[in-house]
Structures are given as C-alpha cells and as structure tokens.
C-alpha cells in the first residue's frame, strides 16, 4: 500500500525560503500523480494551495510554489509570513484511482 | 456559492455502524467528484473516497471493505457508510467537493462534522 511521506516538522525564519517534500514508499513522484498541497491550521479544514504539481489555487499568493524536485513532489514558500505557521499536507493520486495524504509538516515561522 | 454541511450522530458504538450525511446548497451534484476525507484527533488527513455521478465510487484501500459511499441528486446530499467501527475511526469526517475531473482538487469542504466511537 502506498505511504506518502512528509517532514515531521520544519521551521523558517520570517522573510526566508523553506521547502517542503512529499514522497512515496514504492518509487519517484511525478506529475502523474498530480501532487497537491493543503494548508491547514486549527480547527479549521484544509485550503487548497496547489495542485497538479504547480497550479496555483485561486487566491493564493505567488509566494507559494510547487514543483517536482528529483524524485519527490515539493512545496517553496519563499519569502515566509508569520500566518505562514500550519500545517503542510501532500496528497497523491495513487494507480488513477485513489488519493493518499501525507503525514503532514508543521512549518513554524521563527 | 455552494455550501457543504455534513451531519451525524456524534457518537456511535464500537461494532456498529456510522452513517453521515453531507448536505449540498448552491449547487447541483451532477457536475463534480464528492468526498469523504477524516481526521482523527491530532492525526493527518485520511481521503476515505469519492464519487462522481453513477460511476462506481472508490475509496480507500483501507478502507473498502466497510465503506460505501452514494449520491443522491434529488437531494443533493452525499452520504457516508461506514460498518464495524472501531476506536480508530474516530475523527472529523469532512465532506469535499473536487472538480468535473478526478485529479482536480477540493475547493470547497464543509465544516466537519465529529465522531466518536466509545461504548
């Protein structure tokens, strides 16, 4: 069964360049898995950043990008914010037929 | 603008059967995939499944043997099945709407609905 693995937990200074992975257990990322990214902070359900690898939400800041780097998906957020501070999730569309999240990454902004 | 709103008993007993409902306002069901996706407390997101139209829904590997999900277009509400709970499947149970193609994502999520499974 495919895992889809994230960091734990990753921190960034305010006005600097963090990137957050996503891989999978049995082999390489890539964009036909359609890689999305989620953002999600208390209490509330998730916001769609990115999707299909690198297609911006509507209403998300360019400052948020997403890509495929070597053998994962990756999300950059360049340029970080304070209101930045959540939790990151990945999610891959496994075989055209099913979705898996990652583990997620708590991002803080210090 | 299309609204989400999922309902439940909040509370079912380990073994039996967990039954949700995800009402739709400002929209038809016709033209997109529906899913349930959970969290249990302090844990990740867990997509359960989607369906689209009369297409055979899928879900989770994890899953689908004990899951079921349907549409009913004349109501315009999602519904979730789910037997032989356990603790484990305690969790906020999302429903969200993706796009009119299978990979498009959830723009739009009700507020959650909570579950608990305990005696």
């Known amino acids: 069964q495919a895992v889809v693995t994230q960091e734990p937990s990753l921190s960034v200074s305010p006005g600097g360049t963090v990137t957050v992975t996503c891989g999978l257990n049995s082999g390489s990322v890539s964009i036909s898995y359609y890689p999305s990214w989620y953002q999600q902070t208390p209490g509330q359900a998730p916001r769609t950043l990115i999707y299909s690898t690198n297609t911006r939400s509507s209403g998300v800041p360019d400052r948020f990008s997403g890509s495929i780097l070597g053998n994962k998906a990756a999300l950059t957020i360049t340029g970080a914010q304070a209101d930045d501070e959540s939790v990151y999730y990945c999610v891959l569309y496994i075989d055209n037929d099913h979705w898996v999240f990652g583990g997620g990454t708590k991002l803080t902004v210090l | 603008q299309v609204q989400l709103q999922e309902s439940g008993p909040g509370l079912v007993k380990p073994s039996e059967t967990l039954s949700l409902l995800c009402s739709v306002s400002?929209?038809?069901?016709?033209?997109?995939?529906w899913s349930w996706i959970r969290q249990p407390p302090g844990r990740p997101l867990e997509w359960i499944g989607f369906v689209y139209k009369t297409e055979t829904p899928r879900y989770s590997p994890s899953l689908r043997s004990r899951v079921t999900i349907s549409a009913d277009t004349s109501k315009t509400q999602i519904s979730l099945t789910l037997k032989s709970v356990t603790a484990a499947d305690t969790a906020i149970y999302y429903c969200?709407?993706?796009?009119?193609?299978?990979?498009?994502?959830?723009?739009?999520w009700g507020q959650g609905t909570p579950v608990t499974v305990s005696s």
């Open positions: 969200a709407r993706g796009g009119f193609l299978e990979w498009l994502p959830w723009g739009n």
């Open positions: 400002g929209d038809s069901l016709s033209s997109y995939y």
